[in-house]
């Protein structure tokens, strides 16, 4: 056992203790007077044991048996810090075991010498160890611990903490220099080497202004403990690298260790960068230094740990980790660090330098006659569909020089969506650090600064600035004409990316300027989707909420898409709502169409009206004759049920549990859904009555038990009749869209129904989720089920994203109607209204909607079931066609509601670029009901993502 300090550069090869197990628990009784088992765990440089006690099987604590190279005072130190903190911070902190005789900390002897063994107490739960998914709240959650720590430990001193070890970022560099000269593979050296060239520089700049302080310096994936698998972190192990070095070092060691995990880029570290820092504030040097002490940390692990495998070939612990090693530093190599710093800078909310103005003036000032060009996602250079293609922007440029423009800028910095990708799992590179320009006739440069010709390009500088102007065929400070000139910003140390994605974008201007000044303009930044969410936060109300924490702000679709500002395309699954697809054209011309013509309210002659009614009755029965338009879904349920109340001259109506339709008085009394309300039940008024949920998988009876719900409907029903009290009507979901899609058992609306009707009351069958063909084998709900409904409410599809709701009944019950006034909506119905409504109905006959509803969503249901063979959270696949569910448990026989994982999982898909949400009572159940024209590519990625979800983590 070591008397003196460590110092790693003179004992650079650490092999660790590997003491039998037999031997161990021989020596823990002797020392400790204990019997026990043991158990190994993996250390690179110990040696770490679980010990249970012999007789009864309980964990006694973790044994660690340190490198001999360490001295006492040093494994005192790091108990000491421990105990230190534990009494400072709400984190569950090990200690040393009290035994018989007092602590459980000795020198012993063993066989392979004197080697100190303690034994630490347990910390039950589960770490981040592997690669898989970190969300950002656990991200976060890690860079807080640090900065607890980080704090926690700032009055702690040790006379041990002038200790040298290799994880010491102080000395980086040195531990770098001395493991390259031994390793073997000149890949590595290179990598290695490149990253010492990018960060030496920075650190040599800052290093001496950076504060030093105690720190624990080993806060990663695999020292953190989570209580459960549903938990975020809440306690720290393993103080063995304990020491006073630079402060920042924490952090950067703690976001390091992330980079290995699925779905984590640099840019998805910052959650943990502002926790740490809104508990200890980094100073601009610590906020520069940071990413050059990640990429050397990754360093310094890949060389650390390819040693480790050298010299100790049977240390599997070490041998595995070099796969995650090399992520690390691959990753952290991904983004430069003036890049990262000023990325940092911005999420941190501080100010971001940028590089001075162009200086060299307007490199085409002789044109007066300027076009700027548009691709973003609003720009109607994008409408119909024209994103997809590959040439529009071409063509739009020559477009404009034809129309008189002499240039047409594409300016750099502004988000790109023309020739974007349609599904993307990771943000895609949207936009460019260059200007692109289009000039009418060939042009001379106009400028004194002094101009180097290269094959293709020109590069111009004016003092330490410069821009590259390339194309095909330059040759002389004429610019040829009608060719698409790049106008790049020129770095003399970073390679300058064509483009990069949105969230690097701040990051990359800092550092590069913007060379659309070389053309005399200066374009300003837009708008963040933060700003705009505090804006509509503050005037929207609470209860009218958004879609995910932190949403993306979605200004474009075409059919199964949906664009963000950014120009990142979504795929969406969720979107009935878009039932023909976003911006269909048929549906914006019909539209605009009859904007232009006349859009007044429906008491006006005007035929749209009466087509689209006959349209929408020539899908029905014939007794079905007669319709009432309404502008949602909530209006169409509260007139059907005012509609049955007038017919029957009732107030009493029967609903389902847990069903939602809508928020209107009438149609929030029949609403239970404990989703929408949690107190849904108790709070019904006393004319509304439930039977029991309909599920044939969660519900009260399961599987082929299911068939008793009917007779049981029916016996309610006929209670209610008994008591006096007949009913006016009956309404649910002719199929179960609220629990995500779930068929009715065969027969129970036929059973259901005939009650009803033997007390003179109404059949209301609710479609707003399920009509209009979205089931694929039926166009109609209730068509499943074999019987015909009194009135029918529907809404959501048939206007395709414009407000239209009917409600289809007979012309009996809907004269009856008069015993309660007059109807009247202003808008339900008007000639805009229509004219959309007759496009809907038109669009999912000619494009065999239907047809594609069944084909897609039966291709889409195979896929779905088979993830339920391999995942044991996929409990059931719900639907038919294109409404369907997916639904999540924790346990098969108790069918425990995967609430937290659900979110979780739609969150995860969000970041895979697929829009997702839950539903259902429990919130456990995906609802998938994509735009009807979504194509098997786009179901086939959608399941895709959600496997590699539930295979990477979520």
């Not at 839950?918 to 024209?933: A, C, F, M, R, S």
Request: proline share 5%.
């Amino acid at each position: 056992m070591a008397t003196e300090i460590f110092n790693y550069f003179t004992q650079t090869e650490l092999p660790s203790p590997t003491l039998p197990e037999q031997e161990v628990v021989e020596l823990v009784e002797k020392h400790f007077g204990v019997r026990t088992t043991a158990s190994s765990l993996g250390s690179q440089q110990d040696q770490n044991f679980v010990l249970r006690i012999e007789d009864s099987g309980e964990i006694l604590g973790v044994l660690k048996l340190s490198n001999p190279a360490f001295s006492v005072a040093e494994i005192q130190m790091q108990d000491e810090a421990a105990a230190h903190l534990a009494g400072k911070v709400e984190l569950r902190i090990p200690s040393i075991v009290e035994g018989a005789h007092g602590p459980m900390s000795a020198l012993w002897e063993t066989s392979q010498g004197e080697i100190h063994g303690r034994v630490i107490k347990f910390i039950p739960g589960s770490n981040f160890m592997g690669s898989s998914y970190l969300s950002p709240q656990a991200i976060a959650r890690m860079g807080e611990i640090a900065g607890i720590v980080s704090t926690g430990l700032a009055d702690f001193s040790h006379p041990a903490s002038s200790r040298v070890l290799q994880w010491d970022l102080r000395y980086a560099e040195k531990v770098i220099d001395q493991l390259l000269a031994d390793e073997p593979d000149e890949q590595v050296k290179k990598l290695v080497e490149r990253a010492v060239e990018m960060t030496a520089p920075v650190l040599s700049g800052v290093g001496p202004n950076l504060p030093q302080q105690m720190g624990h310096f080993d806060i990663t994936d695999d020292n953190i403990m989570c209580p459960d698998a549903h938990s975020l972190p809440d306690a720290v192990l393993d103080f063995g690298d304990v020491a006073k070095s630079w402060a920042v070092g924490e952090i950067a060691t703690t976001v390091s260790s992330m980079l290995h995990h699925a779905g984590v880029a640099p840019v998805n570290v910052l959650p943990a960068i502002k926790a740490f820092h809104a508990l200890r504030p980094l100073s601009e040097d610590e906020i520069d230094a940071l990413w050059p002490l990640v990429i050397q940390r990754g360093a310094v692990l890949v060389l650390s740990g390819r040693q480790q495998s050298r010299i100790d070939e049977d240390n599997e612990y070490a041998t595995s980790a070099l796969d995650r090693e090399m992520r690390i530093l691959v990753q952290a190599l991904t983004v430069p660090p003036a890049v990262m710093a000023a990325t940092i800078r911005e999420a941190l909310g501080l100010p971001v330098a940028h590089p001075a103005s162009w200086s060299g003036g307007n490199l085409l000032s002789s044109l007066s006659r300027v076009e700027i060009l548009d691709a973003g996602t609003t720009s109607t250079l994008n409408d119909e569909g024209a994103w997809l293609d590959a040439t529009t922007l071409e063509k739009a440029a020559l477009c404009a020089l034809d129309a008189g423009a002499q240039l047409v800028v594409l300016p750099a910095w502004q988000p790109v969506l023309t020739g974007a990708p349609s599904r993307t799992h990771t943000s895609p590179e949207t936009i460019p650090t260059h200007a692109t320009i289009w000039l009418a006739e060939a042009t001379q440069l106009t400028t004194s600064a002094a101009i180097e010709s290269q094959a293709d390009s020109l590069t111009v500088r004016a003092g330490d600035q410069a821009v590259a102007l390339s194309a095909p065929g330059i040759t002389s400070t004429t610019l040829p004409a009608r060719t698409a000139i790049t106008v790049s910003p020129v770095h003399e140390s970073l390679d300058v990316p064509a483009r990069v994605t949105a969230e690097l974008a701040a990051g990359w201007r800092s550092v590069l300027g913007d060379p659309t000044e070389a053309l005399g303009l200066d374009l300003g930044s837009a708008r963040d989707a933060d700003e705009l969410l505090e804006r509509r936060e503050k005037v929207l109300a609470e209860v009218q909420e958004h879609y995910y924490q932190h949403p993306p702000q979605m200004e474009r679709g075409w059919r199964e898409y949906l664009m963000d500002t950014n120009g990142r395309v979504y795929l969406d699954m969720v979107n009935n709502v878009a039932s023909v697809g976003h911006a269909h054209p048929r549906v914006v011309k019909a539209a605009t169409n009859q904007m232009r013509l006349l859009n007044t309210n429906s008491r006006f002659n005007y035929h749209a009206i009466t087509e689209y009614a006959e349209m929408i009755t020539e899908t029905l029965p014939e007794q079905l004759d007669t319709v009432f338009f309404v502008n949602s879904g909530s209006e169409a349920v509260d007139l059907a049920l005012r509609l049955a109340m007038a017919y029957t001259s009732r107030s009493d109506i029967v609903c389902m549990s847990e069903s939602y339709h809508g928020w209107t008085y009438a149609s929030d009394a029949v609403s239970t859904s404990i989703a929408d309300n949690p107190n849904a039940l108790s709070t019904r008024p006393e004319w509304i009555h439930t039977v029991d949920a309909a599920n044939s998988y969660r519900g009260v009876h399961r599987g082929a038990e299911a068939v008793k719900y009917g007779p049981e409907a029916v016996e309610v029903i006929n209670g209610i009749a008994q008591s006096g009290k007949p009913i006016a009507g009956f309404i649910s979901e002719s199929y179960f869209g609220n629990a995500g899609g779930v068929a009715l058992p065969d027969g129970y609306l036929e059973q259901v129904y005939a009650a009803v009707r033997a007390q003179g009351g109404l059949a209301i069958a609710d479609e707003v989720q399920v009509g209009f063909g979205r089931l694929g084998q039926w166009f109609w709900g209730f068509h499943q089920q074999g019987v015909i409904p009194d009135i029918v409410a529907v809404a959501k599809s048939i206007g395709g994203g414009h407000p239209i709701g009917a409600v289809i009944t007979s012309r009996e019950i809907a004269n009856r109607y008069r015993t309660q006034g007059y109807f009247f909506s202003s808008t339900g119905g008007s000639p805009v209204s229509s004219e959309i409504g007759k496009a809907i109905l038109g669009i999912i006959k000619d494009e065999g909607l239907q047809e594609n509803a069944l084909t897609v969503g039966s291709h889409l249901q195979q896929r779905l079931q088979s993830l339920s063979e391999k995942y044991p959270i996929v409990g059931r696949v719900h639907g038919s066609g294109l409404y369907l569910g997916l639904e999540f448990i924790r346990d098969t026989e108790s069918l425990e509601p995967a609430t937290e994982e659900t979110e979780a999982i739609c969150n995860r898909l969000l970041e895979l670029g697929v829009i997702m949400q839950p539903t259902g009572d429990y919130q456990n159940v995906l609802k998938i009901k994509p735009p009807l024209v979504v194509t098997m590519d786009s179901v086939n990625y959608f399941v895709d993502m959600l496997e590699h979800v539930l295979e990477t983590g979520y």
